[in-house]
């Protein structure tokens, strides 16, 4: 079980708007930035957010991320068919070791 | 073009060693940290470890599960990470990915990722 807690599953249909929660703990996000990633079937992750909120060149801004106490989430907006993939969300902890979400599998339906 | 491949993934008996190679290009190599995460079969991503860049001392960080079994390092002359497996168990059957990270010390910010190179542990 992750020390990062998302939830197992999310769906939409095109052109809706869809949010994954990440939960963690004062050792981690309370006190770390929070990153995210995408990794479509047989293909390397890529990096869609990070430092809580800040994406890199070339991510469309449907994709954005915000971070509150401990929690932190993924909101991508007017979904396509293309964004159906694994989403994970990553933090720093204060023991020395980087943490990975369990993973949400989004589906557009 | 920043490329990162892998190498030296395959089959190997438990108990045994082996060692990953991501040969990097199109980038000063020297500057950036470099980080080794992995996907077993049917779960999620892990983060294995980094090396930092020589600026900020080259030093190494490790998940717990594989600390004291996996050692990461570098050659800046060749542009190459390494990571050497030992002691290595089914559990750690698995794509592993090296990755760039966005400075040179070992944020989990990846920005560009190497194919992957698939290791499995059995007998």
């Known amino acids: 079980q992750s020390v990062l807690t998302q939830p197992p599953s999310a769906s939409g249909t095109p052109g809706q708007g869809v949010t994954i929660s990440c939960s963690g703990s004062s050792s981690n996000i309370g006190t770390n930035y929070v990153y995210w990633y995408q990794q479509l079937p047989g293909t390397a992750p890529k990096l869609l957010i990070y430092r809580n909120d800040q994406r890199p060149s070339g991510v469309p801004d449907r994709f954005s991320g915000s971070k509150s106490g401990t929690s932190a989430s993924l909101a991508i907006s007017g979904l396509r068919s293309e964004d159906e993939a694994d989403y994970y969300c990553?933090?720093?902890?204060?023991?020395?070791?980087?943490?990975f979400g369990g993973g949400t599998k989004l589906t557009v339906l | 073009e920043v490329q990162l491949v892998e190498s030296g993934g395959g089959l190997v008996q438990p108990g045994r060693s082996l060692r990953v190679s991501c040969r990097a290009s199109g980038f000063t190599f020297d500057d950036y940290a470099m980080s080794w995460f992995r996907r077993a079969p049917g779960k999620g991503l892990e983060w294995v470890g980094f090396?930092?860049?020589?600026?900020?001392?080259?030093?190494?960080a490790y998940a717990a599960s594989v600390k004291g079994r996996f050692t990461i390092s570098r050659d800046d002359s060749r542009s190459i990470a390494y990571l050497q497996m030992s002691s290595l168990e089914t559990e750690d059957t698995a794509v592993f990915y090296c990755g760039r990270s966005m400075s040179g010390f070992g944020e989990l910010s990846v920005d560009y990722w190497g194919q992957g190179t698939l290791v499995t542990v059995s007998s």
């Open positions: 990553a933090a720093w902890d204060d023991s020395l070791s980087g943490l």
């Open positions: 090396i930092r860049s020589k600026a900020y001392g080259g030093t190494t």
